[in-house]
């Protein structure tokens, strides 16, 4: 497997696996049945993954490979996505919604890494 299949692939990881978390915190969001103290670790895999897509990125580029400039925007943009996330977190004015806000946060991510696929190729 190549370095462009691999990021391809870890694309796609990246896709599912923020919208799983986006639909289980969104849901919990409106029905806490759903709620499971243990579904907070569930939320780092998916937060790794866009840091590692991006490492993957920057490899591909740094082999001189030429990185369209809405690519790397929104490669860009689900890094700051994770890092709003994380600092809004213990915020008092969004304590009753931090469920809402990790799904809608999610599926944002989510949305991304959908747009950055059908972008174009390395």
Do not use: C, K
Not at 19 to 33: N, Q, R, T
Not at 51 to 74: K, T
Request: charged share 10%; hydrophobic share 55%.
């Amino acid at each position: 497997m190549t370095l462009n299949e691999f990021h391809r692939l870890v694309g796609w990881v990246l896709i599912v696996s923020n919208a799983a978390i986006g639909v289980w915190f969104s849901v919990a969001h409106y029905l806490p049945g759903f709620r499971r103290t243990r579904m907070w670790w569930w939320v780092v895999p998916p937060q790794v993954i866009v840091m590692a897509q991006a490492v993957l990125g920057a490899m591909i580029a740094a082999r001189g490979v030429e990185l369209d400039d809405m690519h790397a925007l929104y490669g860009f943009s689900a890094i700051v996505a994770v890092g709003i996330l994380y600092s809004y977190r213990t915020s008092p004015f969004i304590r009753d919604r931090q469920y809402l806000l990790y799904g809608i946060g999610s599926l944002f991510i989510m949305g991304l890494g959908i747009r950055n696929l059908y972008l174009g190729h390395h």
